[in-house]
């Protein structure tokens, strides 16, 4: 276990702002930073990050809390280990107790694939640097490569045994359990027979952008063995290869700080490349380019250049996960090598200041290069250019962004040496015809939701949890606040008529909210709610100085995403950059002190509301003491009366 003195550290230490800057390209706006949601599909920002508050809010998928709820969110990480995670990053060291045996076998499935990865990284990396078939086999193929001792540690390359089950029965022997080697697909088992899957390759880890080990890539160095060159792990709960770029652990800050990235094919143009300086480079992984990857990517950075083999095949291959890109409102840039060259060889072959400056004069505009490729294809064939014409039609309809569009439609017609009206008439033909098939999915779609759709009554306006809502806000945003309060005390005059007299007492936020509801003996309907409010009164009645800010660090991640929801609900209206179009929201203009005694005294009024209602079914049910219980209903319907002219309402 951790102790309280280094998660207490942790969180006094780690910046929220610094941590998911690392995940999510962030930008300033007001005292906030705002940027695409790391958790949902999306092109306009609804991601908030308070550097102030120290937490954040997923607009769009509801999510929100600390640095350390981010992390569980993002890499699934258990609590210890986000812990752990921002030690590491802030150098904080840990005090920690043994785990007990119970305490190990109590983790979940995901983390014992991820500690079963761990180990095998671990032992493959050993097995290479200290057994004589490692050395021999894995290590000189590396330095062969040309990588430095540096660059090998880096990456954490390795080597497995070419032996049927040495590692299985290593991790065996060190209490892993089998279930989870088949599960992260490091052991197969087949008629009761299990052996190693990656014997006798040169292992690659693939890490997560935290740097968990996900899964492995491996290359058989043996061409006489009847075997694919570079074999994968299979899908598994903690990897899915279409979801993973290989290097992006290395890369991500020189992504954001370059505000570019570099995609390559090959594990080994990933390493070559960064050894050579070029560290914003990541791979696909011999896989064909998906949108999950891309968004990976447009997290980080709006800016990608493609780099290709120097082969057609290549070539071919990388061209058609461009119009991908574009759908993802990236701009696209081309850079392909040499006939013959690949980003490995070719960064093996020249100096870092030579790759620099290929890299810079070569890296073509997407639509550029298109046309040039296809071109030299075409010739003279009047049929071919037209084809290849629409083909770059095509590709410019995938841009979301109208201007760009426009702008690309211009530099179109000035390569192909055609009319603007042209490419604009087949561009407004290619979009009319998707959006009439998005039309027709869509009454399909409609067609069959009236079909079962059962008509539903308007869902009604739940006030006590709104009210309830507002009075956590209050003791979160202001609860410590020293406020001057006018309270209102019920006097009956001569003639037995009930009147409120303003009372000014001066009184913490918290204090006045916690007295009032204890009088009228008022209780939180909502659970959670009702744990927030007996944290901060017993926190602030304890330490009446407590940051309220702080108290999300202290609760657990269903109290503290509540917490998260109310404290940024303000935030929201930062997204739209509203004053741009000359919109400005109302500001609140309550005072502190206005505005708890308005909430308390709605509430009250609700729960007269109610009581009365009960009042009524009690006389309809029994007729035994009917005018006592008129009695009633008549007092709380004046007490009503009053509080609502308080409130300055009319009844």
């Given at each position: 276990m951790i102790s309280k003195s280094t998660i207490d550290q942790v969180f006094e230490t780690a910046r929220v702002e610094e941590v998911i800057g690392d995940f999510v390209q962030l930008k300033k706006s007001g005292t906030n930073y705002k940027g695409l949601s790391p958790f949902s599909e999306e092109r306009t920002p609804s991601f908030m990050v308070s550097p102030v508050k120290q937490i954040w809010k997923d607009f769009s998928t509801g999510k929100g809390g600390t640095v350390v709820s981010f992390l569980m969110e993002h890499e699934h990480f258990t609590y210890p280990e986000a812990i752990k995670y921002l030690a590491k990053k802030y150098n904080i060291e840990i005090e920690e107790t043994m785990q007990s045996d119970a305490q190990k076998q109590a983790a979940d499935v995901r983390e014992s694939m991820y500690l079963a990865s761990e180990y095998a990284n671990t032992y493959f990396q050993k097995t290479m640097h200290s057994t004589d078939q490692g050395k021999a086999i894995g290590l000189s193929y590396f330095k062969e490569r040309g990588f430095t001792d540096e660059i090998i540690e880096e990456f954490q390359l390795g080597y497995c045994l070419d032996d049927w089950s040495d590692f299985t029965d290593d991790a065996l022997k060190n209490g892993y359990q089998l279930k989870y080697l088949e599960k992260t697909g490091l052991t197969i088992i087949k008629e009761n027979k299990k052996f190693d899957r990656f014997k006798g390759r040169v292992m690659f880890p693939i890490h997560s952008m935290s740097g968990r080990v996900l899964g492995f890539g491996g290359r058989i160095l043996d061409n006489t063995k009847k075997a694919a060159k570079y074999l994968n792990s299979p899908e598994s709960d903690i990897y899915h290869k279409s979801k993973v770029l290989y290097g992006i652990y290395y890369a991500k800050q020189s992504i954001a700080k370059e505000d570019n990235c570099f995609l390559v094919e090959g594990y080994t143009d990933v390493i070559q490349f960064y050894q050579s300086g070029i560290k914003n480079v990541v791979a696909s992984s011999g896989t064909a380019l998906t949108s999950d990857q891309i968004?990976?990517?447009?997290?980080?950075?709006?800016?990608?250049?493609?780099?290709?083999?120097?082969?057609?095949?290549?070539?071919?291959?990388?061209?058609?996960?461009?119009?991908?890109?574009?759908?993802?409102?990236?701009?696209?840039?081309?850079?392909?090598?040499?006939?013959?060259?690949?980003?490995?060889?070719?960064?093996?072959?020249?100096?870092?200041?030579?790759?620099?400056?290929?890299?810079?004069?070569?890296?073509?505009?997407?639509?550029?290069?298109?046309?040039?490729?296809?071109?030299?294809?075409?010739?003279?064939?009047?049929?071919?250019?037209?084809?290849?014409?629409?083909?770059?039609?095509?590709?410019?309809?995938?841009?979301?962004?109208?201007?760009?569009?426009?702008?690309?439609?211009?530099?179109?017609?000035?390569?192909?040496?055609?009319?603007?009206?042209?490419?604009?008439?087949?561009?407004?033909?290619?979009?009319?015809?998707?959006?009439?098939?998005?039309?027709?999915?869509?009454?399909?779609?409609?067609?069959?939701?009236?079909?079962?759709?059962?008509?539903?009554?308007?869902?009604?306006?739940?006030?006590?949890?709104?009210?309830?809502?507002?009075?956590?806000?209050?003791?979160?945003?202001y609860g410590n606040l020293t406020e001057e309060f006018e309270d209102l005390i019920l006097k009956e005059d001569d003639k037995g008529d009930l009147h409120l007299e303003p009372v000014v007492q001066e009184a913490k936020v918290f204090e006045k909210i916690y007295l009032d509801l204890q009088d009228d003996e008022m209780q939180f309907t909502n659970e959670n709610f009702k744990s927030i409010y007996y944290t901060i009164v017993d926190t602030l009645n304890q330490n009446p100085d407590f940051a309220l800010d702080a108290i999300v660090h202290h609760v657990d991640q269903n109290l503290a995403n509540d917490i998260t929801s109310i404290l940024m609900n303000e935030e929201r209206y930062d997204l739209h950059d509203w004053e741009r179009n000359n919109i400005f929201p109302k500001e609140k203009k309550l005072t502190v002190a206005q505005l708890t005694s308005e909430t308390i005294l709605s509430l009250r009024c609700f729960l007269i509301d109610q009581k009365v209602n009960e009042f009524k079914h009690e006389v309809i049910q029994s007729t035994e003491h009917h005018r006592s219980i008129l009695e009633e209903v008549k007092d709380y319907s004046s007490l009503k009366m009053l509080l609502s002219r308080k409130l300055n309402r009319v009844l």
């Open positions: 968004r990976l990517i447009n997290r980080l950075t709006k800016n990608i250049t493609v780099l290709f083999d120097g082969d057609a095949a290549g070539i071919r291959a990388a061209l058609r996960g461009i119009d991908l890109i574009l759908e993802q409102d990236m701009n696209v840039k081309v850079c392909t090598f040499p006939d013959g060259d690949d980003p490995d060889s070719f960064a093996k072959q020249n100096t870092p200041e030579e790759l620099a400056d290929y890299l810079k004069v070569n890296s073509k505009d997407f639509i550029a290069y298109k046309a040039a490729l296809l071109m030299e294809e075409a010739k003279n064939d009047p049929v071919k250019k037209a084809d290849l014409i629409r083909d770059m039609v095509h590709s410019i309809a995938k841009i979301p962004d109208t201007i760009k569009r426009e702008i690309y439609v211009q530099e179109c017609a000035r390569i192909m040496e055609i009319s603007e009206s042209v490419l604009f008439s087949t561009l407004a033909q290619i979009n009319r015809k998707e959006q009439d098939e998005a039309n027709k999915k869509h009454k399909q779609e409609q067609k069959t939701f009236e079909v079962i759709k059962q008509k539903e009554s308007p869902q009604k306006v739940d006030v006590q949890y709104v009210l309830e809502r507002k009075i956590i806000e209050i003791l979160l945003l």
